[in-house]
Nanobody, 126 residues
Framework: QVLLVESGGGLVQAGGSLRLSCAAS????????MGWFRRAPGKEHKFVGA????????YYTDPVRGRFTISRDNAKKTMYLQMDSLKPEDTAVYYC???????????????????WGQGTQVTVSS
């Protein structure tokens, strides 16, 4: 069992930046493919992007590509989501998730991920 804890959410004006963190509770963090999802009010989870176990490769969905950057520090058992040029439509609860199996980073199906954080709210004002 892996406990994931997100932090760094908050209120920011459009065009601003935020950096989310996702800290894992156990030492096998480097064996997990890690992903970010978000859920806007009244909507389903949407895949944001993912990063491979080593951190050598990332994938982003179209709405965030070029604005968001996913990274990880396996020594610190932490993944990050740097969000720049934020837009009001980025407003959502952001979740990090970990997948035990080796998987393609473009596979954004929530069912592929085994462990989830509790989420952190990001609100972008216009």
């Amino acid at each position: 069992q892996v406990l994931l804890v997100e932090s760094g959410g908050g209120l920011v004006q459009a065009g601003g930046s935020l950096r989310l963190s996702c800290a894992a509770s156990e030492g096998s963090f480097s064996s997990y493919t890690m992903g970010w999802f978000r859920r806007a009010p009244g909507k389903e989870h949407k895949f944001v992007g993912a990063i491979t176990r080593s951190g050598g490769s990332t994938y982003y969905t179209d709405p965030v590509r070029g604005r968001f950057t996913i990274s990880r520090d396996n020594a610190k058992k932490t993944m990050y989501l740097q969000m720049d040029s934020l837009k009001p439509e980025d407003t959502a609860v952001y979740y990090c998730a970990a997948a035990r199996s080796s998987m393609s980073t473009w596979d954004g199906r929530p069912s592929k991920y085994d462990y989830w954080g509790q989420g952190t709210q990001v609100t972008v004002s216009s």
